[in-house]
T-cell receptor, first 117, second 115 residues
Framework: GAVVSQHPSRVICKSGTSVKIECRSLDFQATTMFWYRQFPKQSLMLMATSNEGSKATYEQGVEKDKFLINHASLTLSTLTVTSAHPEDSSFYIC?????????????FGPGTRLTVL | AQKVTQAQTEISVVEKEDVTLDCVYETRDTTYYLFWYKQPPSGELVFLIRRNSFDEQNEISGRYSWNFQKSTSSFNFTITASQVVDSAVYFCALSETSGTYKYIFGTGTRLKVLA
């Protein structure tokens, strides 16, 4: 498997500020990472696919300029929520794709709970 | 289009009862992968099982068992002799092999096991 960390685990910020969330693959190099958002009592919704060295691919309805994704190295992808508003409050989860896996398997980080006041 | 349906939004059982969580999927691919995850209150997803579309063998792991029926596009999960620690939200997910590696998650089933 793969070990994935996220930092911070919890963040509270004021409306209008920007917040950066880090996703690290600790024990292997990840060409592809994914970012999900989960609202309370709802399922995980894929926001974007992050590919190392190239621009992220966003799902329909996700604002590229609001959710900036950078995947500058094979072990780190970052999600920046710009000008956060209370409606951005959510649980953000990243995952890494283990392409060598015969199951196209993703390994998930522990999540980051964002609260925007 | 691919889709995963978990029709049971919430299930409550008394400890030691058996419970089955349903998962029905839709896909056009002939090769695909199915997963089950547990999400306790902490939020971190816990991997339970993976299955590829060519492996229809049912699987048992301790109190957990899975029934994969390709003919009905179902991948149901049974917990035998449920325990309070089994209380969580359970997600079924589908991954296709057509290049994107995306997971499609079901809406989840919240299981409450009462003491």
């Amino acid at each position: 498997g793969a070990v994935v960390s996220q930092h911070p685990s919890r963040v509270i910020c004021k409306s209008g500020t920007s917040v950066k969330i880090e996703c690290r693959s600790l024990d292997f190099q990840a060409t592809t990472m994914f970012w999900y958002r989960q609202f309370p009592k709802q399922s995980l919704m894929l926001m974007a696919t992050s590919n190392e060295g190239s621009k992220a691919t966003y799902e329909q309805g996700v604002e590229k300029d609001k959710f900036l994704i950078n995947h500058a190295s094979l072990t780190l992808s970052t999600l920046t929520v710009t000008s956060a508003h209370p409606e951005d409050s959510s649980f953000y989860i990243c995952s890494v794709l283990l392409a060598a896996s015969s199951y196209n398997e993703q390994f998930f980080g522990p999540g980051t709970r964002l609260t925007v006041l | 289009a691919q889709k995963v349906t978990q029709a049971q939004t919430e299930i409550s059982v008394v400890e030691k009862e058996d419970v089955t969580l349903d998962c029905v999927y839709e896909t056009r691919d002939t090769t695909y992968y199915l997963f089950w995850y547990k999400q306790p209150p902490s939020g971190e997803l816990v991997f339970l099982i993976r299955r590829n579309s060519f492996d229809e063998q049912n699987e048992i792991s301790g109190r957990y068992s899975w029934n994969f029926q390709k003919s009905t596009s179902s991948f149901n999960f049974t917990i035998t002799a449920s325990q309070v620690v089994d209380s969580a939200v359970y997600f079924c997910a589908l991954s296709e092999t057509s290049g994107t590696y995306k997971y499609i998650f079901g809406t989840g089933t919240r299981l409450k096991v009462l003491a």
